[in-house]
């Protein structure tokens, strides 16, 4: 079995080296550095609109926010969230999507591996928290890890009334 595993992995970095993969980011990074990499030049959309856009702002901008969010996207949907609705209202966003979706159970490793990887992804690209589609996986994906922890009460619960009959 981790025979297998490495002699695939290995193939599938000789098949990376041979199309050129590892030369296209290794010059990626020589012209640009790892952050920018990483999010894409996102970072420098942060440098470039951010400032205008807290330059204008009160104390309770950053309370309850105040930025159409068409105009002053920087693409990274934490960044984008705190603009749009300050404080007050990510948290409220945030609150309210543990209580209503992520309330599957602590040992639940999947289900918070899975919640990880939405706010790592939604941290780092664009567009997730608001797109329909990434709603709709999001949902069913937590809709089905919810149902696998009551079908597994459901299921004690049948063996107590059987046992006790």
């Known amino acids: 079995?981790?025979?297998?595993?490495?002699?695939?992995?290995?193939?599938?970095?000789y098949g990376l080296y041979t199309m050129g993969v590892f030369d296209f980011y290794r010059t990626f990074l020589q012209e640009a550095d790892l952050l920018t990499m990483i999010t894409s030049f996102r970072n420098l959309l942060i440098l470039e609109r951010l400032p205008a856009v807290f330059e204008n702002w009160s104390w309770y901008n950053y309370l309850f926010g105040g930025v159409n969010p068409a105009t002053s996207f920087v693409e990274m949907d934490m960044i984008d969230m705190f603009t749009y609705g300050g404080i007050v209202g990510s948290g409220i966003y945030y609150w309210v999507l543990f209580k209503t979706l992520f309330k599957f159970k602590m040992n639940n490793y999947l289900g918070w591996f899975l919640v990880s990887q939405y706010f790592i992804i939604g941290g780092l690209a664009g567009h997730v928290f608001a797109s329909g589609i990434n709603a709709i996986y999001l949902a069913l994906t937590c809709y089905y890890l919810q149902g696998a922890a009551t079908r597994e009460q459901d299921s004690v619960i049948w063996k107590q009334v059987r046992g006790g009959i």
Do not use: E, I
């Not at 079995?1 to 970095?13: F, S, T, Y």
């Open 1 to 13: 079995m981790l025979g297998g595993v490495l002699l695939a992995g290995g193939l599938l970095m």
